[in-house]
């Protein structure tokens, strides 16, 4: 069974930093396109932040620009999302999600919408709170 699990959330100061993980469990995330998505309370979904699955291409939510940054790690099996500058607007449950190429395409690039996802975590909290 394909599952996705992260790490790396907690509580932080605003102005802090975070940096979060996502690993595939039973499975390499190696030839995938990964996600970052959030959730507050109360909230719809929001996309912050993709990789590409050959690594060409990172996107980032309008609102995390400039703070967060995803990358992949050196034996391309785990994604990380680190996050500095952090908000009172960050506060979520964050969850990676990812999918693997279609369209015979080698380094395929997902939209920030959950939809172009198939397999997801289950988040990770990120509490900002002084």
């Known amino acids: 069974q394909v599952q996705l699990v992260e790490s790396g959330g907690g509580l932080v100061e605003p102005g802090g930093s975070l940096t979060l993980s996502c690993a595939g469990s039973?499975?390499?995330?190696?030839?995938?396109?990964v996600g970052w998505f959030r959730q507050a309370p109360g909230k719809q979904r929001e996309g912050v932040a993709l990789i590409s699955s050959r690594d060409s291409e990172t996107r980032y939510a309008d609102s995390v620009k400039g703070r967060f940054t995803i990358s992949r790690g050196d034996a391309r099996s785990t994604v990380y999302l680190q996050m500095i500058d952090l908000k009172a607007a960050d506060p979520a449950v964050y969850s990676c999600?990812?999918?693997?190429?279609?369209?015979?395409?080698?380094?395929?690039?997902?939209?920030?919408?959950?939809?172009?996802?198939?397999?997801w975590g289950k988040g990770t909290q990120v509490t900002v709170s002084s």
């Open positions: 039973g499975f390499s995330l190696s030839d995938y396109a």
């Open positions: 999600a990812a999918t693997p190429p279609i369209g015979g395409k080698v380094d395929f690039v997902p939209t920030l919408q959950y939809y172009d996802y198939d397999y």
